[in-house]
Nanobody, 130 residues
Framework: QAQLVESGGGSVQAGGSLRLSCAASGYTYSYYCMGWFRQAPGKEREGVAAIDTDGNTSYADSVKGRFTISIDSAKNTLYLQMNNLNPDDTAMYYC????????????????????????WGQGTLVTVSS
């Protein structure tokens, strides 16, 4: 069974940077997508960024130019480099993996998460203060 474990969250001042990591294990599909979602208190969950095994990427407009998603296949680890953070980026960040949801649908995905993805992480909290 696939498992995802996020790390790298924390507290940072506006303008600062953080790098989130998501270590995957037990995932055996040859083609799949991995991505990051976030949910702030009282707000809807939103897709932040996604990447497929060919290296193609997709970003939410709100993070373009500030966030970079990447994957190290040798380490089975997904990363999200977040620069120039602002208070609106404060949220719980979740890592996900799936071999069915095509890349172009990740950022706008608003459907269920339970049993809808091959794997869903436990989340890591990012807090940005002004």
């Amino acid at each position: 069974q696939a498992q995802l474990v996020e790390s790298g969250g924390g507290s940072v001042q506006a303008g600062g940077s953080l790098r989130l990591s998501c270590a995957a294990s037990g995932y055996t599909y040859s083609y799949y997508c991995m991505g990051w979602f976030r949910q702030a208190p009282g707000k809807e969950r939103e897709g932040v960024a996604a990447i497929d095994t060919d290296g193609n990427t997709s970003y939410a407009d709100s993070v373009k130019g500030r966030f970079t998603i990447s994957i190290d296949s040798a380490k089975n680890t997904l990363y999200l480099q977040m620069n120039n953070l602002n208070p609106d980026d404060t949220a719980m960040y979740y890592c996900a993996a799936d071999h069915r949801l095509i890349l172009g649908l990740w950022v706008g995905y608003i459907g269920p998460t339970s049993n809808a993805f091959d794997a869903w992480g436990q989340g890591t909290l990012v807090t940005v203060s002004s």
